[in-house]
């Protein structure tokens, strides 16, 4: 089974914060979603468990948009 990472991304900030899927777009900005260090934790905990890899906690910090985590994880999984 392929998991498109976008989804799952979407769906892990969206079940953290009760937030609709339709309203988090790849360019949406981690903290105007209201998004805070320990939320993103948990959800990249999340992504992480979903796809089998590990963020570097020094990339933690670099994680912005939406787009930023679907974007490591991609490079993650090219990386394997």
């Known amino acids: 089974m392929s998991l498109d990472i976008e989804t799952v991304v979407i769906s892990a900030i969206a079940t953290q914060k009760q ?16 998004v805070s260090s320990l939320d993103a934790i948990t959800i990249v905990y999340e992504v992480e468990e979903a796809f089998d890899v590990e963020i570097p906690n020094a990339e933690l910090e670099k994680l912005e948009t939406v787009g930023d985590i679907v974007d490591g994880i991609s490079s993650l999984l090219a990386d394997k």
Do not use: F, H, V, Y
């Not at 937030?19 to 209201?34: C, H, M, P, V, Y």
């Open 19 to 34: 937030l609709n899927t339709a309203s988090i777009k790849r360019e949406s900005r981690l903290q105007d979603l209201g």
